[in-house]
T-cell receptor
Framework: GQSLEQPSEVTAVEGAIVQINCTYQTSGFYGLSWYQQHDGGAPTFLSYNALDGLEETGRFSSFLSRSDSYGYLLLQELQMKDSASYFC???????FGTGTKLQVIP | EADIYQTPRYLVIGTGKKITLECSQTMGHDKMYWYQQDPGMELHLIHYSYGVNSTEKGDLSSESTVSRIRTEHFPLTLESARPSHTSQYLCASSESGTSSYGYTFGSGTRLTVV
């Protein structure tokens, strides 16, 4: 089976940098993905890491360490619109993490 | 424009009724999925399909059933709705092979059974 654990809530200031962690236990590894979901909306795909290291996409970066079964999503230059829930996901039949609700404050 | 569509967006229905939630995608994706999500909670996989005439149950036990007669269409049916079925149902699709592009989700159906 698979399980992916995330902090339940994170609060950060507009303009700052925030890191959302994800630790996973999976039978087999199929990469680690990240999704953003605003309240009442559908999840949208942000990034995918198949190999160790950092992947950068604009203000968002995602990191993976397979030896530590750990990854994180890094959001830079935070904006109010970044307030949302963020999910890591992995698995052949993709399992989603417990989700982290990010609140960006002025 | 390639996309994935779910209807209805909202549904309030009485206990015991039969309902079908529609999901269609225009991207030609082989893989399609149904997830159930309660407000503020994680997504749970309830059904998936890797192609026409292929359907499997997910990790979360569900009383719903699905069919995949056409590549673009993946409807979910509840034969007898109950209040415990109240939730949001999200349909998604993905390309075969690499996960580099992730899943594309529909807007979801918010189901309330009274």
């Amino acid at each position: 089976g698979q399980s992916l654990e995330q902090p339940s809530e994170v609060t950060a200031v507009e303009g700052a940098i925030v890191q959302i962690n994800c630790t996973y236990q999976t039978s087999g590894f199929y990469g680690l993905s990240w999704y953003q979901q605003h309240d009442g909306g559908a999840p949208t795909f942000l990034s995918y890491n198949a190999l160790d290291g950092l992947e950068e996409t604009g203000r968002f970066s995602s990191f993976l360490s397979r030896s530590d079964s750990y990854g994180y999503l890094l959001l830079q230059e935070l904006q109010m619109k970044d307030s949302a829930s963020y999910f890591c996901a992995s698995g052949q039949k993709v399992t989603f993490g417990t989700g982290t609700k990010l609140q960006v404050i002025p | 424009e390639a996309d994935i569509y779910q209807t209805p967006r909202y549904l309030v229905i009485g206990t015991g009724k039969k309902i079908t939630l529609e999901c269609s995608q225009t991207m030609g994706h082989d893989k399609m999925y149904w997830y159930q999500q309660d407000p503020g909670m994680e997504l749970h996989l309830i059904h998936y399909s890797y192609g026409v005439n292929s359907t499997e149950k997910g990790d979360l036990s569900s009383e719903s059933t699905v069919s995949r007669i056409r590549t673009e269409h993946f409807p979910l049916t509840l034969e007898s709705a109950r209040p415990s079925h109240t939730s949001q149902y999200l349909c998604a699709s993905s390309e075969s092979g690499t996960s580099s592009y992730g899943y594309t989700f529909g807007s979801g159906t918010r189901l309330t059974v009274v």
